[in-house]
């Protein structure tokens, strides 16, 4: 894909990266704090930035639509070329989780911090609304990051020019950055998950499975693991 042959795809895919790699990170570092200290509701934060990542996802679907030489497929919008892989994961995984998430659930109602809660805690949802509004949120964050990262991302490199482990490299980068305002614990997870994701795509050739690891794992984080601390207090003598 040329600039020439197509201009509007190639300036709105670059306002899309510059958004995501400087703009973004820098909001988030503002947005959390706040909600942190209870100036935004969490109902609002997990509107907001599914909101926000919908218009990424339709951002990315028109650069594609513009690109002569970028097709659907291209951004793994497709059926996998190792089913078994990409279905086993829809399958099997959920089943496997369930001590794991039995067991995280069990830490945390006895108040132990686990690592990654410093970095998110104020996101996990405490009411049966905020559920309902959390598993929006990881539904959008598992569709349109993976089509914005996995899939355009790594498109975009490779029509730069770029290997195929660069363009995944750099993808992950840039999805990394997005998570810095977690803290350095977070970051570190963002690290893991987000390559993940992309070996998992990679494997595959679609988002299917990406999206549906995606979803679970935020799910989980957000949704099936309580808040730390909430165990009841010890009685006193």
């Not at 990262?149 to 990394?176: D, P």
């Amino acid at each position: 894909m040329s600039f020439e042959s197509a201009p509007t795809a190639w300036v709105l895919a670059a306002a899309l990266v510059l958004y995501l790699a400087a703009v973004a990170p820098f909001l988030g570092r503002r947005a959390y704090p706040r909600l942190e200290r209870g100036e935004i509701s969490r109902p609002r934060y997990y509107t907001a930035l599914s909101a926000e990542m919908w218009v990424w996802a339709a951002v990315a679907i028109l650069v594609v639509a513009l690109s002569p030489s970028i097709s659907s497929a291209d951004v793994g919008i497709t059926e996998p070329a190792s089913p078994a892989i990409a279905y086993g994961v829809l399958v099997w995984l959920p089943i496997g989780m369930i001590p794991v998430v039995l067991l995280l659930r069990w830490l945390a109602n006895q108040g132990i911090m686990l690592p990654w809660h410093a970095g998110v805690s104020d996101l996990m949802a405490r009411t049966r609304r905020e559920r309902w509004l959390a598993a929006m949120l990881a539904v959008s964050a598992g569709v349109c990051e993976e089509v914005v990262f996995r899939g355009l991302f790594i498109a975009l490199g490779r029509e730069l020019g770029l290997s195929l482990t660069v363009a995944a490299v750099v993808a992950v980068a840039v999805f990394v950055l997005g998570h810095i305002y977690q803290g350095p614990v977070g970051t570190l997870m963002a690290v893991v998950t987000g390559t993940a994701f992309t070996l998992m795509y990679l494997r595959t050739g679609s988002l299917l499975a990406p999206i549906g690891l995606h979803v679970m794992v935020d799910v989980v984080a957000l949704i099936l693991i309580p808040q730390p601390g909430r165990a009841k207090a010890p009685v006193n003598a």
